[in-house]
């Protein structure tokens, strides 16, 4: 599965910004997938993710009910929309394809797309 991450930018805290992550390769629809961020140093850590089959959707409590996770099969793409945000919002996102039921750790995943840059200024 090949990952190509896209939607980041400057934002202002309170806006919005829609992250893409567009998968080619092997079936979209056979993996889990996953959004995580790493700030300057700090450790990637794990935002949102969306199951395989039936699209249970998880989140990190930081962005629980102002970040949401979706698939479109058609377009082998997943999606973050993200409301409400802050300036510890700021890092680079990354998006993820597991084919386990293991969500929360980045050593779980098996492939990754190449990050885009979110930045929430005050």
């Known amino acids: 599965v090949q990952l190509q991450a896209s939607g980041g930018g400057l934002v202002q805290a309170g806006g919005s910004l829609r992250l893409s992550c567009a998968a080619s390769?092997?079936?979209?629809?056979?993996?889990?997938m996953g959004w995580f961020r790493q700030a300057p140093g700090k450790e990637r850590e794990f935002v949102a993710a969306?199951?395989?089959?039936?699209?249970?959707?998880y989140y990190a409590d930081s962005v629980k009910g102002r970040f949401a996770i979706s698939r479109d099969s058609a377009r082998n793409t997943v999606y973050l929309q993200m409301n409400s945000l802050k300036p510890e919002d700021t890092a680079v996102y990354y998006c993820?394809?597991?084919?386990?039921?293991?969500?929360?750790?980045?050593?779980?995943?098996?492939?990754w797309g190449q990050g885009t840059l979110v930045t929430v200024s005050s």
């Open positions: 993820a394809a597991v084919y386990t039921r293991s969500y929360y750790l980045p050593k779980e995943y098996d492939y």
């Open positions: 390769g092997r079936t979209f629809s056979t993996y889990a």
């Open positions: 969306s199951s395989r089959g039936d699209r249970t959707t």
